[in-house]
């Protein structure tokens, strides 16, 4: 008589390991799945928003128009435009126009929001007003990104911007307005 001996796969364990485990670990990890899912599922699939800030230079007040758009879970794509007044120098009267877009990456933070960090970038026109004469610039740069969305109403954000000839940035707060939320 042949005793056939068979080997056990991972496939053959698992389902007696969760049998053993089903009130502890296990369960533990599948409700911490579940949460963050749901969590994922309640985020915003656009939003509109309006942000005021500073870059610390010209411009010293910047004010923000802002939208984004999430398809995929984990990111958004986010299109604006900055308007920068007020410049550092006296007797000078500035402004610039800055449409930009990125593309971020977002990560849950439980019922308070979602942080995200992401990179872009954007064209730029400013001009100086100075007593004898006007200087214009245009600017192709590229932006680091990072901030806060808090209780779907606050924005608290940090950009880098650079033109690879130097170094600008900008730290605003505002408002958004969520809209429809991904189908369950």
């Not at 308007?83 to 933070?109: K, M, N, Q, W």
Request: glycine share 10%; charged share 15%; proline share 4%.
């Amino acid at each position: 008589m042949k005793i056939k001996v068979r080997r056990l796969k991972v496939s053959d364990i698992i389902p007696l390991l969760m049998l053993f485990t089903a009130g502890g670990v296990c369960a533990q990890e599948a409700a911490q799945v579940a949460a963050q899912n749901a969590a994922q599922k309640a985020s915003p699939l656009w939003t509109a928003g309006f942000s005021l800030g500073t870059s610390f230079a010209a411009p010293l007040f910047i004010a923000t128009l802002h939208g984004s758009y999430a398809p995929i879970n984990n990111s958004f794509m986010e299109i604006g435009c900055d308007l920068g007044i007020v410049s550092d120098e006296p007797y000078t009267d500035y402004y610039s126009v800055y449409p930009f877009i990125h593309l971020a990456y977002t990560r849950p933070l439980g019922r308070l929001g979602h942080w995200y960090v992401g990179a872009g970038g954007g064209y730029m026109y400013a001009k100086y007003d100075f007593l004898d004469r006007e200087v214009t610039f245009n600017i192709l740069a590229m932006d680091l990104a990072a901030g806060f969305r808090l209780f779907n109403a606050l924005n608290i954000a940090y950009t880098l911007r650079t033109n690879f000839d130097g170094i600008n940035h900008k730290v605003s707060i505002g408002t958004i307005y969520t809209g429809a939320r991904r189908e369950q």
